[in-house]
Antibody
Framework: QVQLQESGPGLVKPSHTLSLTCTVS??????????WNWIRQHPGKGLEWIGY???????YYNPSLKSRLTMSVDTSKNQFSLKLSSLTAADTAVFYC??????????????????WGQGTLVTVSS | SSELTQDPAVSVALGQTVRITCQGD??????ASWYQQKPGQAPVLVIY????NRPSGIPDRFSGSSSGNTASLTITGAQAEDEADYYC??????????FGTGTKVTVL
């Protein structure tokens, strides 16, 4: 059974950079075929997709966050990470990591998040 | 545009059927996946793909369908434990993902 676990600080100061790590167990990131995602949820709000990174290290970011985002993968530790810079109070949210599976096809492709971490609350405050 | 629109809230009597819809241009090119989220918990995948696939452990009262730019999640014979927020999700042709605005399902 694949499991994901987020780790990182619960409190970060404004203008600072948030660093989160997702540790994957029960499966290898380097086996390929999946995308490794970050998703967040502001308090009382809906889900917001942040971006993903492939096992080979190719990232894809939400355009609205791209200028502040860096994602990386460490296959030796079976982890992937997120760095979000220039934080403001508006970045306060629960951050989830999730595995994405799927493929492109015609007339419709399909992608889905089959495993999620439990989420970690990040508060941006001085 | 990769925006996905859902009705904010629906209610259903215990044992009855409820349909939740999700609309967006990206659904013409990608099937929606559906997620159930209960308070204080991470989302859980309930439906994905063309054949209304359900992960192991998801009851068969959950089903999905797609037509044009609309995807639907149907709960047939809703149970009290189905009360939750439901989100659709889809990629778009650029590789972006979008989540729907979410639907709160209340079981009466």
């Amino acid at each position: 059974q694949v499991q994901l676990q987020e780790s990182g600080p619960g409190l970060v100061k404004p203008s600072h950079t948030l660093s989160l790590t997702c540790t994957v167990s029960g499966g290898s990131i380097s086996s390929g075929g999946y995308y490794w995602n970050w998703i967040r949820q502001h308090p009382g709000k809906g889900l917001e997709w942040i971006g993903y990174i492939s096992y080979s290290g190719s990232p894809y970011y939400n355009p609205s966050l791209k200028s502040r985002l860096t994602m990386s993968v460490d296959t030796s530790k079976n982890q992937f990470s997120l760095k979000l810079s220039s934080l403001t109070a508006a970045d306060t949210a629960v951050f989830y990591c999730a595995r994405e599976a799927g493929y492109d096809d015609f007339p419709r492709g399909m992608y889905y998040f089959d495993y999620w971490g439990q989420g970690t609350l990040v508060t941006v405050s001085s | 545009s990769s925006e996905l629109t859902q009705d904010p809230a629906v209610s259903v009597a215990l044992g009855q059927t409820v349909r939740i819809t999700c609309q967006g241009d990206s659904l013409r090119s990608y099937y929606a996946s559906w997620y159930q989220q209960k308070p204080g918990q991470a989302p859980v995948l309930v439906i994905y793909g063309k054949k209304s696939n359900r992960p192991s452990g998801i009851p068969d009262r959950f089903s999905g369908s797609s037509s044009g730019n609309t995807a639907s999640l149907t709960i047939t014979g809703a149970q009290a434990e189905d009360e939750a927020d439901y989100y659709c999700n889809s990629r778009d042709s650029s590789g972006n993902h979008a989540f729907g605005t979410g639907t709160k399902v209340t079981v009466l």
